[in-house]
């Protein structure tokens, strides 16, 4: 990547259980304030009711889950002040959920969130569906966008929910939920968050792109020892042009479930090998709960966020996203000159 085609991170927007802007959920992360309630779904009849990442709103918004997972995306886009000539690259959840948004042919998910936001939608928009991952192909997208002068600034992310019933539901079969009696699990969480990029100079910039695809996923059961993620540093680095030793910390969308600390764990193991006393890890869901597809955005947001604004360990961090599919992804980004 030449400094040409580098590009920076400009501004963000997001929902979540923590916070309703960017700011406030950032700050929580900082904070390591979590807000983690009962739902109403339970693990087993005599178990203790399932925590959840709830967004605080009337339980009326709620009735529709398309409606308000649209509503979430629109409040977080229009922190990021989407106008008709940004390109919007907006992430969808996986085929394999079930989700209701994945049901939405792309022109007609656009028709919905053009009518949300008062106004259409720039024509070189376009829709991931590829899991929490995808926020890498939509850099890499946003990238061209803006290598070629089609577009000056590009929003980037989605919205999604692991609180709907049947994810429960999925979750809890596959042992994959944090209940009584099981310390490793994730908690399900609902949001939106969005990064607006633009070309460089300004704000904390994005110097390494690298994805990979995983055999062994979660979803068959498996055990990944991070050949994937180690694929994806590899070229990551290279096009970052900075050696190992200086990515000061470590982002991502890691969830707490047992398969996800295997994977990690052998990632670091084979990634990071300079000596270091220790490596800093963020993982943004021991606040907000797992988001699903907006993850990566959220985890890329927060690591930006720390590094902006001065209390991040060092100026260099490596973003790491996983979907639950097969994608993984890695971003390098570093404070700007």
Known sequence: MTMADTLAILG???????????????????????????????????????????????????????????????????ECSLTPETPLVWQVPEAHRGHPLAEFEDAELFARLASLVGHPLSERSRIVRTGAAGIVEALAHARELCS???????????????????????????????????????????????????????????????????????????????????????????AAGFPEGEIDFVAGNFNGERYDAWEVSHTHARCYQTRRERLPVMWPAASTGELGVASGALALLAASAAIEQGYALGPTAAVQIRSEGELRGLVLIRAGA
């Open 148 to 238: 070629a002068g089609q577009a000056t600034r590009c929003i980037l992310g989605g919205a999604d929910s692991l609180l709907r019933k049947p994810e429960i539901d999925r979750l809890a079969s596959d042992q994959r939920l944090l209940g009584p009696g099981r310390a490793q699990g994730l908690v399900p969480g609902e949001g939106a968050a969005f990064v607006v990029v633009g070309p460089s100079p300004g704000g904390v910039e994005i110097r390494g792109l690298g994805l990979g695809y995983e055999e062994q996923t979660v979803l068959e059961g498996r055990r990944s020892v991070g050949d994937a993620f180690v694929e994806a540093f590899g070229v990551a680095i290279e």
């Open 12 to 78: 963000s927007g997001a929902v979540t259980a923590v916070g309703l802007t960017a700011a406030q959920t950032c700050a929580a992360i900082r904070a390591g304030i979590k807000r983690f309630s009962p739902i109403e779904a339970q693990l087993l009849e005599d178990d203790e009711p399932q925590v959840g990442a709830r967004v605080s709103a009337d339980p009326r918004l709620r009735a529709d889950d398309r409606e308000w997972l649209l509503n979430l995306a629109g409040r977080a886009l229009r």
